[in-house]
């Protein structure tokens, strides 16, 4: 699988487990369950080891704001909606 294939893969996945669409995630809003899959999105982009630079292009951020979200990911999800944890690994393991 190419890493374009893997990056949309991946977005298709934390859709399907969030029950949100591709096009909602890679969206700016703000809702905060949109928020959540972003940020579940790009922490397993990061953890698949997907440059930085290819993450922002695809998911049309800076690198500034993929930083972020790597900075960010713990916090959020140790804070905020207990099914960011949740969905993240159920990602991580449907692409073992």
């Known amino acids: 699988m190419c890493k374009t294939e893997l990056l949309e893969h991946i977005i ?3 859709a399907n487990f969030t029950e949100l669409t ?3 995630i890679m969206s700016k ?3 905060p369950e949109i ?3 972003r940020y579940i ?3 397993v982009m990061l953890k698949k080891n997907i ?3 290819r993450i922002a292009a ?3 951020m800076s690198e500034r704001s993929i930083y972020r979200v790597m900075e960010q990911f713990d916090d959020r999800a140790g804070y905020g909606d207990p099914m960011i944890e949740h969905y993240y690994k159920a990602v991580l393991r449907a692409l073992s």
């Open 12 to 14: 298709a996945l934390v």
């Open 22 to 24: 591709g096009a909602q």
């Open 29 to 31: 809003s703000r809702r």
């Open 35 to 37: 928020v959540d899959a």
């Open 41 to 43: 999105a790009v922490a």
């Open 51 to 53: 440059s930085v630079y």
């Open 58 to 60: 695809y998911m049309n």
